[in-house]
T-cell receptor, first 115, second 114 residues
Framework: ETGVTQSPTHLIKTRGQQVTLRCSSQ?????VSWYQQALGQGPQFIFQ???????GRGNFPPRFSGLQFPNYSSELNVNALELDDSALYLC??????????????FGSGTRLTVV | KQEVTQIPAALSVPEGENLVLNCSFT??????LQWFRQDPGKGLTSLLL?????REQTSGRLNASLDKSSGRSTLYIAASQPGDSATYLC?????????????FGQGTTLQVKP
């Protein structure tokens, strides 16, 4: 059984650029969620994908968008990067939005730095 | 709006001590509660998940309890070791329909001194 894998591990971008982060979900999981974690804070929910549809979104602007593919892997896209977008981006996979026995499994994250 | 609070924000203890980390939440309508460990700059490792119908879960030296009615959970770590040094995050899983999302506390940063 494979866990959640994220790529890349680190990324440096310039303000105004666009970035795509990738996530492969744990085998058997059909739901992928993305979280943003600023330094010293708890992770904040960005959005969730279930069966290739966005089915929940946190308080993030539309320039944060995503996709889920038929194999349940996912991408997070951020347009028009701002300095405040610098954070650790975490992907988590689960069954049924985490409402079953195993909860959520997280990847190791992508550290995004915007300069 | 669900809010999760963890107390204390930081804790330093000598090796071998038993300790308790606290987590409180404002809305008792949760599906599950999950405790995570995070090492500096790393992702989250799941420690324990307590379903809303359960009162506690145990794994090795860790024991987590849940009292939905009072909106509280505790993580008990027995015989702490330097390798336990990390940030511990509590998160409730809430939502509707097929949407479940984690709402995190700010974490408790634990240092266990040899």
């Amino acid at each position: 059984e494979t866990g959640v894998t994220q790529s890349p591990t680190h990324l440096i971008k310039t303000r105004g650029q666009q970035v795509t982060l990738r996530c492969s979900s744990q085998s058997g999981h059909n739901t992928v969620s993305w979280y943003q974690q600023a330094l010293g804070q708890g992770p904040q929910f960005i959005f969730q994908y279930y069966r290739e549809e966005e089915n929940g979104r946190g308080n993030f602007p539309p320039r944060f968008s995503g996709l889920q593919f038929p194999n349940y892997s996912s991408e997070l896209n951020v347009n028009a990067l701002e300095l405040d977008d610098s954070a650790l981006y975490l992907c988590a996979s689960s069954l049924a939005g985490g409402r079953v026995r195993d909860g959520y499994t997280f990847g190791s994250g992508t550290r995004l730095t915007v300069v | 709006k669900q809010e999760v609070t963890q107390i204390p924000a930081a804790l330093s203890v000598p090796e071998g001590e038993n300790l308790v980390l606290n987590c409180s939440f404002t809305d008792s309508a949760i599906y599950n509660l999950q405790w995570f460990r995070q090492d500096p700059g790393k992702g989250l490792t799941s420690l324990l998940l307590i379903q809303s119908s359960q009162r506690e879960q145990t794994s090795g030296r860790l024991n987590a309890s849940l009292d939905k009615s009072s909106g509280r959970s505790t993580l008990y770590i027995a015989a702490s070791q330097p390798g336990d040094s990390a940030t511990y995050l509590c998160a409730v899983i809430s939502g509707s329909g097929n949407t479940g999302k984690l709402i995190f506390g700010q974490g408790t940063t634990l240092q266990v001194k040899p």
